[in-house]
């Protein structure tokens, strides 16, 4: 896990990182559909907040944005390995990154286990309800404020993708994390050398390009 070869690992570090921007955009988009057909009709109805569809909903757009920074970064770093700075950006993106995903599939899997348990009341929260409850399946015509035509069925096949999505961004995130913890030497990753090859490195090309440069004592990423 804490391999990260020196001459093939930037090309696959680059990879994740324009994964991880494409999958963040997809996610957001999706979030960003769901939230603004669906959700924002329901998220205050009537002063009934409907806490797990909101909240999961923001966390994931929230974390195709983050995602969208860590693939950057991730891009940036592969194109400059000898960068400390990079390094630690690295880290903090993927580590907030990891958790931020991690959290947004449990919400989602939450909110999906409940909307199908109540076959889809709390989506309907936003209508005008007579004596007779009714849900989103429910062929009772209701006094809504949206369309709630196939509501049910279009918001968990949108909410489905985005589960999927949110667990390749805490797996790509979970690997760029350790390619972090690679380049700096830290954790368990430690016993790797790749941190003092690019010190060498680096020394070696400031000695080059400035002769009056000494290196003894200097380290240029940290």
């Given at each position: 896990?804490?391999?990260?070869?020196?001459?093939?690992?930037p090309?696959?570090?680059?990879?994740?990182?324009?994964?991880?921007?494409l999958?963040?955009?997809?996610?957001?988009?999706?979030?960003?559909?769901?939230?603004?057909?669906?959700l924002?009709?329901?998220?205050?109805?009537?002063?009934?907040?409907?806490?797990?569809?909101?909240?999961?909903n923001?966390?994931?757009?929230?974390?195709?944005?983050?995602?969208?920074?860590?693939?950057?970064?991730?891009?940036?770093?592969?194109?400059?390995?000898?960068?400390?700075?990079?390094?630690?950006?690295?880290?903090?993106?993927?580590?907030?990154?990891?958790?931020?995903?991690?959290?947004?599939?449990?919400?989602?899997?939450?909110?999906?286990?409940?909307?199908?348990?109540?076959?889809?009341?709390?989506?309907?929260?936003?209508?005008?309800?007579?004596?007779?409850?009714?849900?989103?399946?429910?062929?009772?015509?209701?006094?809504?404020?949206?369309?709630?035509?196939?509501?049910?069925?279009?918001?968990?096949?949108?909410?489905?993708?985005?589960?999927?999505l949110?667990?390749?961004?805490?797996?790509?995130?979970?690997?760029?994390?350790?390619?972090?913890?690679?380049?700096?030497?830290?954790?368990?990753?430690?016993?790797?050398?790749l941190?003092e090859q690019?010190?060498?490195?680096?020394?070696?090309?400031?000695?080059?390009?400035?002769?009056?440069?000494?290196?003894?004592?200097?380290?240029l990423?940290g």
């Amino acid at each position: 896990m804490c391999g990260f070869d020196k001459e093939k690992g930037p090309g696959w570090l680059m990879k994740k990182g324009f994964t991880l921007i494409l999958v963040g955009h997809i996610n957001f988009i999706l979030g960003a559909i769901v939230h603004g057909s669906i959700l924002r009709h329901i998220s205050k109805p009537n002063d009934q907040i409907t806490t797990e569809f909101t909240a999961a909903n923001i966390i994931s757009v929230t974390s195709g944005l983050l995602s969208i920074a860590t693939g950057i970064i991730a891009i940036l770093v592969s194109r400059n390995l000898p960068v400390w700075k990079l390094h630690i950006g690295l880290l903090i993106s993927s580590f907030l990154n990891a958790l931020l995903s991690a959290a947004c599939g449990v919400g989602l899997l939450l909110a999906i286990s409940l909307t199908i348990t109540n076959e889809g009341r709390g989506l309907m929260m936003g209508c005008n309800f007579t004596d007779q409850p009714i849900n989103a399946r429910s062929p009772v015509n209701a006094d809504c404020p949206f369309d709630t035509t196939r509501i049910y069925d279009t918001t968990l096949s949108l909410w489905f993708p985005c589960v999927l999505l949110a667990g390749l961004e805490t797996g790509l995130s979970i690997w760029c994390f350790v390619v972090g913890l690679v380049l700096r030497g830290l954790g368990p990753c430690s016993q790797a050398y790749l941190k003092e090859q690019l010190e060498e490195e680096a020394l070696t090309n400031r000695a080059a390009e400035d002769p009056e440069y000494s290196p003894q004592g200097q380290s240029l990423i940290g």
